[in-house]
C-alpha cells in the first residue's frame, strides 16, 4: 500500500472521528472504536485479526478489560443521565 494511500486514510479518519463527536454527539470512545474498525478494514488487515490488532493497541495487558470499564462508565452516565440514580438511591 503505498504511503499517500495510507496517510489519506489517516486524515480521513481523523475528520471522521472529529465529526462523530462534534457533530453528531457520539461518545468519544465509540467513535474512535468504529474509526479504529473503519481504517483496518480499509488498510486491508484481515478480518479475522482486527479485534486483537485493536486490543493490543489499547495497552496489551489492559486492553481487554478496558472495552468492559468504558462501556460500564457509559452505562453508568446513562443512568445517571436519565434519573435511574436517584430512584435506585
Request: charged share 5%; net charge neutral.
Amino acid at each position: 500500500m503505498s504511503t499517500s494511500l495510507l496517510l489519506t486514510i489517516a486524515v480521513a479518519s481523523v475528520l471522521l472521528l472529529l465529526i462523530l463527536v462534534i457533530k453528531a454527539k457520539v461518545h468519544p470512545f465509540v467513535a474512535l472504536l468504529v474509526v479504529s474498525l473503519l481504517v483496518a478494514i480499509a488498510t486491508g488487515i484481515p478480518v479475522g485479526n482486527i479485534m486483537q490488532v485493536i486490543m493490543s493497541g489499547m495497552g496489551g495487558l489492559l486492553g481487554s478489560i478496558t472495552i468492559i470499564i468504558v462501556l460500564g462508565s457509559m452505562l453508568g452516565g446513562l443512568i445517571e443521565a436519565s434519573g435511574g440514580a436517584e430512584s435506585l438511591a
